[in-house]
T-cell receptor, first 116, second 113 residues
Framework: AQTVTQSQPEMSVQEAETVTLSCTYD???????LFWYKQPPSRQMILVIR??????QNATENRFSVNFQKAAKSFSLKISDSQLGDTAMYFC?????????????FGQGTILTVHP | ETGVTQSPTHLIKTRGQQVTLRCSSQ?????VSWYQQALGQGPQFIFQ???????GRGNFPPRFSGLQFPNYSSELNVNALELDDSALYLC????????????FGQGTRLTVV
């Protein structure tokens, strides 16, 4: 069984600054995918960034980047130039390779507040 | 915004009743997954349907059941509702044959009183 742990229940950052959200996971799989999802007050879960475990290069999507440490089973999300619209709950999620993308295991979430 | 729609957006039910939640998958997607998200928690996987058959189930009792229709839309049914069933129910659609992400709907907020 896989587990995903987010140890920061809440984080806050000033607009335009950088913030890092932490995530650790536990699995015996060698091939898997990791995700960060954003859930704003509208409730709809939105994919922020995806990392494939067999790729050593860290994924980036505009202001969002990850620090993927496979040996340490760590997968942190860095948000640069934070914007007010980044305020949301952020979830780290895991799926084993070869599994349909729908069967995600989520962490407990981190509430991020961006202050003006 | 994704093409995944859920109905209703909110509903209130009494303990012991039954409820049906609906999900229309994104065009071209053949897989629907359902999740239960308690307040302040991460979503928990309930089950997944692929081409009208259940394709994996999480740690939920049999009173949670589902259907997928030929157009790949899906229903989640919960019998004998309990107070702890109060949660946001999310569905996500995906295409099993290609490496793609799951697209989520906006959820149904169920309150059991």
């Amino acid at each position: 069984a896989q587990t995903v742990t987010q140890s920061q229940p809440e984080m806050s950052v000033q607009e335009a600054e950088t913030v890092t959200l932490s995530c650790t996971y536990d699995t015996s799989e060698n091939n898997y995918y990791l995700f960060w999802y954003k859930q704003p007050p509208s409730r709809q879960m939105i994919l922020v960034i995806r990392q494939e475990a067999y790729k050593q290069q860290n994924a980036t999507e505009n202001r969002f980047s990850v620090n993927f440490q496979k040996a340490a089973k760590s997968f942190s999300l860095k948000i640069s130039d934070s914007q007010l619209g980044d305020t949301a709950m952020y979830f780290c999620a895991f799926i084993p390779g070869g599994t349909s993308y729908g069967k995600l295991t989520f962490g407990q979430g981190t509430i991020l507040t961006v202050h003006p | 915004e994704t093409g995944v729609t859920q109905s209703p957006t909110h509903l209130i039910k009494t303990r012991g009743q039954q409820v049906t939640l609906r999900c229309s998958s994104q065009s071209g997607h053949n897989t629907v997954s359902w999740y239960q998200q308690a307040l302040g928690q991460g979503p928990q996987f309930i089950f997944q349907y692929y081409r009208e058959e259940e394709n994996g189930r999480g740690n939920f009792p049999p009173r949670f059941s589902g259907l997928q229709f030929p157009n790949y839309s899906s229903e989640l049914n919960v019998n004998a509702l309990e107070l702890d069933d109060s949660a946001l129910y999310l569905c996500a659609s995906s295409l099993a044959e290609t490496a793609t992400e799951a697209f989520f709907g906006q959820g149904t907020r169920l309150t059991v009183v």
